[in-house]
């Protein structure tokens, strides 16, 4: 597989034909904020936190550095002030849906997001799309899907597959980057999930 040489935030950056951007830099120790993406996973887009800035062929455009492909002399910057305002209001709307994030919190630090800037529509989900993802792609189980879409669009468990793969499995709650995808487990087992079989039937 060939090389591609690329610069990012000044530092000369090797990488293999077919890496994305956030690979690249990941590989090089670069940091780039991200809540959608996941290494075992195909790349999503989703979250759009890891915008970055890329000049190539004397254009300039920002780009979601997890699905941009590198590319011979690549220029990326990672921490413009345009960058760096594109994600403060990316951040300041997730926390409207996930105020008490931790991961969320992290990053409102960093970038100085102002969690009470928009009005409060606490969702708790912020469509990172990790849990769906890796459900389909990693456990090939599809027990929990996007349900309607635009600004209805949630996430849902599919009662008849989650009641028999979840409580076995769960590896998609570590993932979930705001507490929605428990609560919502727990809520669709106590209105969905058959009764557990008692134990204390008649002795033998």
């Known amino acids: 597989m060939s090389k591609i040489l690329l610069q990012i ?15 690249a830099a990941q590989n090089a120790g670069i940091s780039i904020p991200t809540l959608c993406h996941h290494e075992k996973l195909e790349p999503f887009g989703g979250c759009r936190l890891c915008i970055v800035e890329v000049e190539s062929r004397g254009w300039t455009k920002l780009v979601v550095s997890c699905v941009y492909p590198v590319e011979e002399k690549l220029v990326v910057r990672t921490r413009t002030e345009k960058v ?6 990316i951040l300041e709307l997730l ?3 996930a ?11 960093e970038y100085n997001a102002d969690k009470d800037r928009y009005e409060k529509d606490a969702s708790f989900c912020i469509h990172c799309g990790l849990c769906v993802r890796y459900c389909a792609e990693v456990k090939k189980a599809d027990a929990i899907g996007f349900v309607d879409r635009g600004i209805r669009k949630e996430i849902s468990f599919i009662p008849e597959i989650a009641a028999t793969v979840c409580n076995d499995c769960k590896e998609c709650f570590p993932l979930c980057p ?9 809520l669709t087992e106590a209105l969905a999930f058959p009764s557990a079989p008692s134990d204390s039937g008649p002795a033998k």
């Open 99 to 109: 105020p008490d994030s931790p991961e969320l919190k992290t990053y409102a630090q």
């Open 9 to 23: 935030d000044g530092t000369n950056v090797e990488a293999s034909e077919g890496m994305t951007v956030l690979e």
């Open 95 to 97: 926390l409207a849906h």
């Open 84 to 89: 760096d305002r594109i994600r403060k209001t």
């Open 178 to 186: 705001t507490s929605y995808l428990q609560a919502a487990f727990v």
